[in-house]
DNA sequence: AGAAATTTGTTCGTATGTATA
DNA sequence: TTATACATACGAACAAATTTC
């Protein structure tokens, strides 16, 4: 409508209006400009109600279709929640998002299990380092009793759980939310996509038992803040995976 | 919204519906589904065109609006991009949401920019350790190049641009499209949230000529594919950080 | 407890701009 | 240049859930 006024009138105004156009893109994108703004400027915080959908397109010019267009966007990258009959609240989920752009870049990226590997990595190995300063103690007890419950498990099952246990303990440990989210990402795309892997590595660990091994280093360094000795477990870990992935 | 129809009702019930509630999500849901259907099995691939939206309303048995809707969300997460007239096509592009959502991390779990700075250096500490196996000519040459650019330069601005193509070469160098991104997305919310910082550290270098001492071992250390430079450069510039941020 | 008001969920119809053959 | 196919956008209407009084 208003595009139509605009590419009505003469060029030579365009470049006046610029600033007005380049405001005035796709109507869903003013959705969430408004949206980032409220964000950035402390306006909107988590749990808070955004205006009625009628409102924020009256208010912005907009049709309600294209507020909800940009609505749903945001729902899909975890930032709102939607509830009918009550409104859209502003929310921070980003773990689903994360799942889906991970898994989304290893089919359409042609990536494969090295460089899930390599990442998974990367993310532990600084995590390790934190979590050896930072650990609360919760969170020492739950790797802890974790390791416990894994050498004393004697189905397959069992033991995947409480191997990621014991991961999961030591990178909240971090206490560093980036690293948190890529992680639980990763592992929950692993979980989906990729379970053979996970199965392999423990079937291969579990013959030799350095499976139990490396994950008391890993634990145990951790909970004992002694970070040379949770990096061998770490280290010890992904070499397996190396040798069996 | 579905937990209280679940709650509502009988879990009886729940389980038979199971299969019927799935098949009756949300609209926009079903247009999500059937759009990672088509990337899992490898029906839908980067540059396809995806069905017209009157089609895939009319197959999915829903409206427009909602097809538009989910079209919209999948646009903003970058992996559907829309062209008036011509069609919606499947699209890789994840670095702008990567970035919204640290953004969106940032400001609302209230992180600060030691995490940033912790998570960068994650990402970097083990880029270079593939990148000193993986990287191409190309990339060594444009390391090496920035480098003598940095050396030369006399603006505080020429110093930030060839401090980030050092480190950028380097990353990419990994290869790993997960690593990649995510440092991508990284650099380019520090840029827009972040330039004080990038600033102070560039400053407190430049008097004391570490910033081309570490860089050079960084650059090198990679084009050479000498680890233990490489990672000593970086190491150095990240103390330099810790100490100036 | 119940009725009314509010708000999101979903659809349809229609007009319009844009790309392509 | 003209069709045709397609996306863009809006407004109105009703359904369903929630909140409010």
Known sequence: MKESELNGSEMIESDLEDAEVKESERP????????REGILSGRLRPGDRLEPERE??????????????GLRALELIGLVSSRQGSGNFVSVNFDGTMTDMLTAMYYLKGLN???????????????????VERAEKEQKQRALEALRMLEEATTEDERIRYDKAIHEAMVEASHNDFL?????????????????????IIQGMESRHELEMSHRLLAEGMAEGNLVKGLRGLRSHFEFIERYK
Chains 1, 2 share one sequence.
């Open 28 to 35: 869903y994108q003013k959705m969430l400009d408004s949206f």
């Open 56 to 69: 924020l397109a009256s208010r912005l010019g907009i049709s309600r279709n294209s507020v909800r267009e």
């Open 113 to 131: 299990e090295e460089q899930v590997t390599e990442f998974r990595f990367c993310l532990e190995w600084e995590a390790m380092h934190l979590a």
């Open 180 to 200: 948190i989210t890529n992680y639980r990402a990763l592992t929950s795309f692993m979980d989906t996509y990729f379970k053979s892997m996970r199965r392999r």
